[in-house]
């Protein structure tokens, strides 16, 4: 008998949840037990994904809380948004632990969740027990936790840049821009005209501006870490690649810093976080040297002119952004080394 930890995976029809299979089959002390999809049960997952022939045998699951508490130990939400507000409750109190990488449990606010998302807010007891598991920040909560709220995308590569800055009281608060691009596959696997090949191919869009449903998580982060309320500026666009985040952050400066005294500052912050990677000075990341890997890439540029610092901040949306956390984070909450079936995923290149 195995003594591996088990684990269910819903939604795994989705970009997340087939990326959680892939890394979960590298992970060392993990099992997958179930893959479970309420649109799809009955069917071979290799029908979905032809990618998955021979690797992943059997059917979809259904949605069915008591077959969890006998066949699994954890499970990961990979679901749309509204779906886990009813579902992660439930699991809950069935003694499973769950990690969500919907958005339903990331915001403290019933009402600021209504209102960006435009669905029900789960029960507020529940999402009082969400951790939110930006696992550079947070991690000390979430060792030993039973539920976890998995960060957004765009939140994770902007927030990893900035807090840094922000909890060392370097950043003017009231001067955050935030300018960030995302390839096709952060929308899922759903049709819509924007994402067809003849529209998002030799185009680049802005979308959802000052409406994106992530703006008031970054708000709510880095309040938190200012010890006050934050606003901030966020726009998001949309680029003609499958995969990736490349997050641009403009912020003046509190004082008197060089670029140099900012990169170390970073360095420290961020000193044995393995998937943070702070780049030398005159050198800025871009998407496809994170691609296929958890790590994030932060490069600077100090405007002495305009006394503005420039923060480019990159990551893999389907992985540092969504399934790598989550075991990241499921690692840390297990009380294992928080690269353990990560690290070796070096980045695809070219």
Known sequence: ??????????????????????????????????????????????????HLNEI??????????????????????????GVAAALAPKLVDAGLKVIDISGDFRLKSGEVYEKWYKHKPADPAYVEKAVYGLS?????????????????????????????????????LSSIIIDAKTGVSGAGRGLSLTHHYSEINENFLAYKVNKHQHTPEIEQALGRIAGEDVVVTFTTHLAPMTRGILSTIYVKLNGTHTEDEVIEMYRQYYEGRRFVRIRAQGKWPATKEVWGSNYCDIGFSLDERTGRLTIVSVIDNVVKGAAGQAIQNLNLMMGWEETTGLAIFTPVYP
């Open 1 to 50: 008998m195995s003594n591996k930890l088990r684990a269910a995976i819903i939604g795994a029809t989705g970009y997340g949840g087939v990326e959680l299979i892939r890394l979960l089959l590298a992970h060392p002390n993990v099992e997958i037990s179930q893959v479970i999809s309420s649109s799809s049960a009955g069917t071979p997952i290799a029908d979905g994904y032809p």
């Open 56 to 81: 992943m045998v059997g059917t979809l699951d259904g949605i069915d809380v008591e077959q969890m508490k006998q066949k699994s130990d954890v499970v990961f939400l990979a679901t749309p948004h």
């Open 136 to 172: 550079e920040v947070f991690g000390e909560e979430v060792r030993g936790a039973e539920f976890i709220s998995n960060p957004g995308c765009f939140p994770t590569a902007t927030l990893l840049g900035l807090i840094p800055l922000v909890n060392k009281g370097w950043a003017d």
